[in-house]
């Protein structure tokens, strides 16, 4: 496989996984192309063209140094210059993916999270307030990125002379979707029956090893989950505090993250919703890894590295 056919695989497993459906995604991208033809031709110069075929601007090709036949990848959660050097250490190394985003896709981290807004809804928010709640919330992350040192990593690639990638949604959709399965095939009754379950995977029983396994961060193993969401595994990072409240409004009991901030938990605990922590890099992995398993059908040897776990279900 080809450094861009990797990456179209990747776009495709994640419309595939995405709780959006497909053809909402090819409404928004219909949607996305309309607008752009009413551009200036000034305003077409800066207007980025991928973002008409790509659903998922925060998982970019940064650099293609060698558009080379890829035999071995080195992947990893976050990508820097240090892993860059790695490759080079390691050799034959002929593409490094990241999950996490870098330049472009870094800078453009906010712009997943409009889907959030499309979860929420699938659960039973109304859209209107979901929209109206994540949209103060994009801003602010969008923000937040804005300052960052986006192409550090980039610039390293193109002087090592790296071929350089990122899957970052379509991994998180992955593994929304595996977990969404397991929880509508088990029923979880109690928090504690959605720890054990979560326990079975292998991902979280290697980072329960180290101390970072499935975590109960609001309510107590004896609880019933009620309605479980997974409205906070994937949509590029967390959402509006103001959401839990609604969420409970509408019947959600548990949520299943990768992270929560003392703000986002503090409101949780508020509404009386049950938050289980089931991992950073042990979620980051489990998404990652559903998609490498299609590489290494394809013959592709995979060194991980950066906090990826890697399991292999092929
Ligand atoms: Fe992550």
Not at 121 to 134: R, T
Request: hydrophobic share 40%; glycine share 8%; aromatic share 4%.
């Amino acid at each position: 496989m080809k450094i861009k056919e990797i990456y179209d695989l990747a776009i495709r497993l994640g419309i595939k996984a995405d709780f959006r459906g497909e053809k909402e995604i090819t409404k928004l991208l219909e949607r996305k192309k309309t607008n752009y033809e009413k551009l200036s031709e000034k305003e077409k110069k800066e207007f980025d063209l991928e973002s008409l075929e790509n659903p998922y601007l925060d998982s970019r090709i940064y650099n293609i140094a060698d558009d080379r036949e890829i035999k071995k990848v080195l992947v990893g959660i976050d990508i820097d210059p240090a892993e860059i050097l790695m490759a080079k250490e390691i050799g034959n190394i002929d593409l490094i993916i990241a999950h996490h985003p870098i330049g472009k896709g870094l800078s453009h981290l906010s712009d997943v999270m409009e889907l959030q807004a499309d979860i929420l809804n699938i659960y039973g928010v109304p859209i209107n307030i979901a929209e109206g709640l994540m949209k103060p919330r994009i801003e602010e992350v969008a923000r937040g990125i804005n300052g960052l040192n986006h192409q550090r990593t980039v610039d390293a690639a193109k002087l090592l002379k790296t071929n350089l990638m990122n899957s970052h949604t379509p991994c998180d959709n992955l593994a929304a979707n595996f977990l969404k399965e397991l929880i509508d095939e088990k029923k979880p009754e109690r928090i504690e029956d959605l720890i054990n379950l979560l326990k079975e995977i292998p991902e979280y029983q290697e980072a329960a090893k180290i101390g970072v396994g499935p975590k109960i961060f609001v309510g107590s193993p004896e609880n019933r989950c009620g309605k479980i969401a997974l409205t906070e595994i994937t949509g590029g990072t967390e959402g509006s505090p103001k959401l839990y409240e609604k969420m409970a409004q509408v019947g959600i009991g548990t949520i299943i993250g990768m992270h929560i901030s003392e703000e986002n938990k503090k409101e949780a605990e508020a509404s009386n919703i049950n938050v289980v922590i089931a991992g950073h890099m042990s979620s980051d992995s489990l998404g990652v890894n559903l998609f490498l398993d299609e590489l290494e059908k394809e013959g592709i040897e995979i060194v991980p590295c950066s906090g990826l776990t890697r399991i292999s279900r092929k």
